[in-house]
């Protein structure tokens, strides 16, 4: 089982970088670029990169709930309760939980948000500007909160706080 381990650990850990890389180039790339476009040619680029922005965000996500929700129990054996202990509990319970939430969110609610990006009109200038105004938000969000998960997994497996 070790080996195993060894590859949905190295699974989960990559795919949790790149998740946080992408939100980082969606907040420090894509997000200026969008703020200097206006109207028709801000939506054009929009309905180009947010769709495959997307797709990888919920396959980065779910890879890292996944793989983390097995690692938890692999090194938990099944007892869940050794959450409620000690930094390495307690920094995986946190951590994983934001992480749920983040990925629940993703698949919920930015989902409505993507349908209103493909569904918008040309020249409704009104409701680009909102679904603008929440790509530059929830990002920003998600980067602060993935920061945050990265930080007590660091802390559960080397003790930093």
């Given at each position: ?110 989902e ?35 920061t ?14």
């Amino acid at each position: 089982m070790s080996e195993l381990y060894t590859i949905i650990r190295a699974i989960h850990i990559l795919a949790a970088a790149l998740w946080l890389g992408l939100v980082m180039v969606i907040n420090f790339v894509v997000q200026p670029v969008l703020a200097k476009l206006e109207g028709d040619l801000r939506r054009q680029v929009i309905k180009s990169i947010f769709p495959r922005i997307f797709k990888l965000a919920s396959i980065f996500s779910a890879t890292v709930v996944i793989t983390g929700l097995i690692l938890v129990y692999y090194l938990t054996n099944g007892n869940l309760e050794a959450l409620l202990y000690g930094r390495w509990g307690i920094s995986i319970l946190i951590g994983s939980s934001l992480g749920i939430l983040l990925t629940l969110f993703h698949f919920f609610l930015e989902e409505k948000l993507s349908k209103k990006i493909i569904q918008g009109k040309q020249g409704d200038n009104q409701k680009l500007e909102e679904v603008h105004l929440k790509m530059k938000i929830v990002p920003r969000v998600g980067l602060t909160i993935l920061t945050i998960i990265f930080l007590l997994m660091i802390n559960a497996a080397h003790g930093i706080i």
